[in-house]
């Protein structure tokens, strides 16, 4: 069954966007006074072990893109909408994700269903992460060697593309894969909640400090920036990693090499006494 072309223009229409772009931050960024600020702030005790990498997202989208030749399986009652979708592609399924927000136990169910020794787990994540599967992992370089990620746009009805969001990254896996596979699936974190998956950068895009440029300004001219954006800076690292030194405090003078996001709304700073190079 194909996706009809006036679905994807009506979800086309329906993604209205309020949020305030990354541009628009930065040119507020830009007319904030650079005051001399001196921070004090809580980094809990906790010593950083690695800064946050960037994972790669291995599958989402909201409604799989029916494609050329394929077909649409296992298709629910109409009182009883499917928490995933599987294509069939020859010898392979699509996975794509229909409901981001149904409880894991529901994608489980229907991964047993196709016969599937597949298991999704919940995990708190960043905002650009929510709503996708972000990693995957089997018990075997075999099993893993069988799992395929498809980039947006990727095996998608011709009457799509990449930005629309039933072709959106998805899982292309064998019709009998035998292997037993573990996928973590992004939610939003709850308050105080240490995220499981991050960019590298709290300045990514989708991030909370997306668009700002701050590395290599000093703390004073920093702090006023993020502190616009409703955000806490949580802490300093200081060092060379994996061996930071967390301290609550540093110097106004002192350099911003880079910056991460552990917790909901908060973001902590590498520094050092020099520019980074």
């Not at 600020?37 to 809990?44: C, G, M, P």
């Not at 200081?238 to 911003?256: A, E, F, I, T």
């Amino acid at each position: 069954m194909k996706t009809p072309d006036i679905d994807a223009a009506v979800r086309g229409l329906a993604r209205a966007d309020h949020e305030i772009t990354d541009a628009a931050w930065s040119e507020l960024s830009a007319n904030i006074t650079s005051e001399p600020h001196q921070r004090v702030v809580n980094l809990a005790g906790r010593r950083r072990s690695v800064r946050p990498r960037l994972i790669v997202a291995v599958a989402c989208a909201l409604v799989v893109a029916g494609t050329v030749a394929a077909r649409l399986i296992d298709q629910p009652a109409q009182d009883q909408p499917q928490a995933l979708s599987f294509t069939e592609r020859g010898d392979k399924l699509i996975v794509r994700v229909v409901d981001p927000n149904a409880d894991p136990k529901r994608y489980n169910a229907e991964f047993k269903k196709m016969g599937l020794d597949i298991t999704v787990k919940s995990v708190p994540v960043s905002p650009p992460f929510v709503g996708t599967m972000v990693s995957f992992s089997s018990g075997s370089q075999r099993e893993m060697d069988q799992l395929h990620r498809l980039l947006p746009g990727e095996k998608c009805n011709g009457t799509l593309n990449a930005s629309d969001p039933g072709c959106q990254d998805g899982l292309e896996i064998p019709k009998n894969y035998d292997g037993s596979t573990e996928i973590q699936f992004g939610r939003k974190a709850k308050p105080g909640e240490m995220y499981r998956h991050s960019s590298s950068s709290a300045t990514d895009k989708g991030e909370v400090l997306a668009g700002l440029v701050i590395d290599n300004k000093t703390v004073a001219q920093v702090l006023p920036l993020i502190e616009a954006r409703g955000v806490q800076v949580e802490g300093y690292l200081v060092g060379s990693g994996p061996n930071y030194d967390s301290k609550d405090s540093v110097p106004d003078d002192w350099y911003v090499h880079g910056s991460g996001t552990r917790h909901p709304g908060k973001v902590s700073l590498w520094v050092g006494p020099d520019p980074a190079k």
